[in-house]
């Protein structure tokens, strides 16, 4: 596991935004388990779960209500409470003089707040005049991470995606939801969604709020987030945003056509030596490609299945699965302040 550099006596206060989420639970695991160097970590959310207790490390701490008063001497901000909150809070915390750090859609395609990938654009978290740094959605950040490496080389033309999307990328009420309505089902009785728009229940939905066009919201973010990370709105990006009954873990099929022609042995090299991909490199076979099951509690952007395309030449095709709460977002949220610091 990679730690972050220390800076000899030099410790942060790090809060947290939307502790008691299903993120912001999972960033206070990753900021212990990485060690990151913290003199006081502030938990932070709503009137509602203030005063509930949470464990970092060995110690127990209370979880304080958010306020415009709760980032003094703050040095990293830590947002996963929605883009609400982001929206009236982020501001608060960055005059305060923390870094934020934000998980929501809130600021993404702001065009003064750098949208950050560690792996793919780090540079851009050092230009951030409002003093926020977006978190890229789930499904996006590890399209991106298995995408550069091979961007780099022969340029992305056009990307066609189609996602499997878990549950928990949804909260942790979608979860109870998923689990609740398998029982009702298995007990021969109809499921009542309590969070989902209908049977979430062995089958699968596009659950997300309606966009432009007849896509949703978060096929739209696919598309443009890809572009601003990447730095070229010239690549086009045709999505398919599916939710599927898995508890964690997000899996993508992926078509890439460039600009100059690649093959699947090539991608293969470029993907073994990538930063945060693990190459799943063998011939198919039944249940031998990258599994949520396998990367749920996991780091790094599992990439397997890379094969030459059957009908496009110099085009590959791929499977990708990650961790959505942690590589998907709290991790990667670690990973900026890590490099920032």
């Known amino acids: 596991m990679t730690h972050p550099a220390k800076h000899p006596g030099k410790s942060f206060v790090v809060a947290v935004v939307g502790a008691t989420g299903a993120v912001g639970r999972e960033m ?85 707040v750098p949208l950050v990938v560690p792996e793919v654009n780090m540079g851009a978290a050092n230009i951030r005049p409002k003093g926020i740094i977006a978190n890229p959605n789930c499904s996006t950040i590890q399209m991106v991470v298995a995408l550069k490496p091979l961007h780099d080389v022969s340029r992305i033309k056009h990307i066609v995606v189609s996602t499997y999307q878990a549950t928990s990328g949804k909260g942790h009420a979608a979860v109870e939801d998923l689990l609740a309505q398998a029982r009702a089902v298995l007990d021969g009785k109809l499921p009542a969604p309590s969070v989902f728009p209908g049977q979430m229940a062995f089958n699968v939905m596009s659950d997300w709020k309606a966009g432009e066009m007849d896509y949703s919201e978060e096929e739209h973010k696919m598309v443009n987030e890809t572009r601003k990370i990447m730095g070229d709105d010239s690549i086009g990006v045709s999505p398919t945003t599916v939710r599927v009954p898995v508890l964690n873990g997000h899996a993508e099929s992926i078509f890439v056509e460039f600009h100059e022609p690649m093959t699947a042995e090539r991608a293969k090299g470029l993907l073994r030596a990538a930063e945060g991909v693990v190459l799943v490199d ?54 900026i302040a890590e490099r920032l610091i």
């Open 28 to 112: 206070m695991r990753t900021l212990d388990q990485r060690r990151f160097p913290i003199s006081r970590v502030v938990p932070l959310a709503s009137k509602r779960s203030a005063g509930k207790v949470l464990e970092f490390g060995a110690s127990e701490i209370v979880v304080a209500e958010l306020g415009p008063q709760s980032f003094a001497g703050v040095d990293f901000a830590l947002f996963s409470a929605g883009a609400s909150v982001s929206r009236e809070f982020a501001p608060i915390a960055a005059k305060a003089g923390a870094i934020v750090i934000d998980n929501s859609s809130a600021w993404r395609m702001d065009p003064q």
């Open 282 to 335: 063998q011939a198919y076979a039944p249940g031998k490609h990258p599994q949520p099951v396998h990367a749920s509690g996991t780091d790094p952007v599992y990439v397997g299945r890379v094969r030459d395309d059957l009908a496009v030449k110099g085009a590959i095709n791929m499977f990708v699965v990650a961790d959505n709460l942690r590589k998907g977002a709290a991790l990667n949220a670690v990973q």
